[in-house]
């Protein structure tokens, strides 16, 4: 399977996942301090957003591996394990490998999470990038 473009200019290493939704065939991750390098689409330059919305189209599938912390301090981690979403409808679009390493506020965990879908798109509050 190959990797989607985008594992090239998305920067997950100071984001934060905010909330997750998995409906039919989609993947909506909203994340907290999420950036893109320059060259992807039509961004110039590393771009910070705040807040946004990944939005995962046509996912066949999804596996995290979630490692929570041991404690607050966020040194060490309890033994992780997997979630696997299934029942995902099948596609004949071309689709892609996507990885995304976020932290969790709420969980208080890391998650690792691999993603098989043919498009994703980052959307702002009120537009799409």
Partial sequence: MQEHESGLYFDFNKAFLEQ???LNSSIRVRLRDFAVLG?????DRYTLYPECTMVYE???YSKRVISEYKDRNRQSFKKPYQIIDTDFP?????SYLHFLDVV????????SW???????RIELPNQVV
Avoid: F
Wanted: hydrophobic share 35%.
């Fill in 104 to 111: 969790s506020d709420k969980m208080n965990a890391y998650t």
């Fill in 58 to 60: 046509n996912v066949t």
């Fill in 20 to 22: 997750l939704e998995i």
């Fill in 39 to 43: 060259g992807y689409a039509d961004i």
């Fill in 90 to 94: 099948s596609t004949h679009q071309t």
């Fill in 114 to 120: 691999e993603i098989i879908a043919s498009t994703v």
